[in-house]
């Protein structure tokens, strides 16, 4: 994944695939998994086009009606390569775009006043914005936990394909998944066996209760076992005991589960606690938000980016100091340097930067 050579096989296919759809008057979405693969995306098919001399093909029928008021948005703009992209049938969608220009891309496509839009997957979950046909161009998705690329996830590919077809146009939708020979009997099995979703609630469990606390719906630990017991992770543990550690003598001695929710919750508690986010009392099982909860919840902070606060901030600390701490919280993880940007952080190292 990652290679010239991948990505030039994939625009070439995405490509075939999408002007077969397109020569046939069909609106496509081709959904990619990186914004900056959506312009460069949408560049490569306008690129493959002209050189195949079929970029007539991508522009509006005859019969479709040009909205001279979503031109005239377009070409005030401030988003330079959908000004560009537009007028050759293309544009692109993903969340590090302004709101107004995210707005009028979805209006632009829902009028059909664009054939191809190159899309990441927050389209396909935020958004209701059905195509008669979508293509997912790969399937390698960068996991920044893992620092290696893994497969998009199956209810991923689901919920991109649920955006295929249009109720009020088409009896059915087309999908198409560009994917490598050896990974392609997975996701065949995949979304035509529909394996049961596991929770990966226990994950994130700290953070949430931590939420819950502060907003005064769990003052207890009780409170907190009964909460747990509305979660699609307890609906799953009691269906599928052995996928959360659970053997079956202890589903037989506690078949809903009250002692392992009880562990659950004092683990998250005793872990909030030491972080000073809230306060947990041992001995009653009461549990009260502190300032620093209360600001981890408002401000969607993870408990890990506390956990760093806490240990590596001192008072009297320097403007890179700051930035340092800052750097290694949680949120920025999935934050990484570019191969383009090598030269110029090279440069910045050399000439600007103060400390190693």
């Known amino acids: 994944a990652g290679t010239q050579a991948t990505a030039r096989l994939l625009n070439r296919v995405c ?37 195949n001399g079929t970029l007539d093909d991508f522009s509006l029928p005859a019969d479709t009606v040009r909205n001279a008021a979503l031109t005239a948005r377009v070409s005030k703009s401030s988003n330079r390569e959908l000004r560009e992209l537009h007028g050759y049938g293309f544009a ?14 979805e209006e632009l496509f829902d009028k059909g006043q664009v054939r191809v839009l190159c899309c990441t997957s927050t389209l396909a ?11 997912i161009k790969g399937t390698q998705v960068y996991d920044s936990q893992k620092g290696a690329f893994v497969d998009l996830s199956i209810l991923d590919v689901l919920q991109i394909f649920g955006r295929a077809g249009r109720p009020q ?46 907003l005064g719906t769990v003052t207890n630990v009780d409170e907190g076992v009964a909460w747990l017991g509305y979660t699609y992770m307890y609906i799953r543990m009691r269906k599928n005991p052995l996928a959360y550690g659970l053997s079956g003598d202890e589903m037989l001695d506690d ?7 009880s562990e659950l919750i004092v ?12 306060v947990y009392d041992e001995a009653t099982g009461y549990l009260a938000p502190k300032d620093l909860g209360r600001i981890s919840a408002s401000y969607y902070l ?27 919280s949680k949120e920025f993880e999935q934050i990484k340097s570019r191969n383009e940007e090598e030269k110029e952080l090279k440069q910045l190292l050399r000439t600007a930067c103060c400390c190693d």
Request: proline letters at 3%; glycine letters at 4%.
């Open 15 to 51: 490509y075939e695939r999408v002007h077969s759809l397109v020569a046939e008057g069909n609106q496509v979405m081709v959904f990619v998994h990186a914004r900056k693969d959506t312009v460069k995306t949408a560049q490569a098919l306008r690129e493959m086009a002209i050189a």
């Open 92 to 105: 692109m969608h993903h969340a590090g775009m302004l709101r107004s220009d995210r707005n009028l891309v």
């Open 125 to 135: 979950w935020g958004v209701n914005l059905p195509a008669y046909a979508v293509v």
């Open 169 to 214: 146009y088409e009896s059915h939708g087309v999908g198409y998944i560009l994917t490598t020979h050896d990974k392609l009997s997975h996701y065949v099995s995949a979304v035509t066996m529909q394996h049961p979703i596991e929770s990966k609630f226990a994950f994130n469990m700290i953070d949430n209760l931590n939420a819950e606390i502060n």
């Open 255 to 261: 078949p809903q589960l009250g002692q392992r929710r």
């Open 267 to 278: 683990a998250a508690a005793r872990e909030l606690n030491r972080l000073q986010m809230i």
């Open 302 to 328: 993870r408990h890990e980016s506390i956990e760093s606060f806490n240990s590596n901030m001192r008072p009297r600390m320097t403007e890179a100091d700051g930035i340092a701490l800052l750097c290694v």
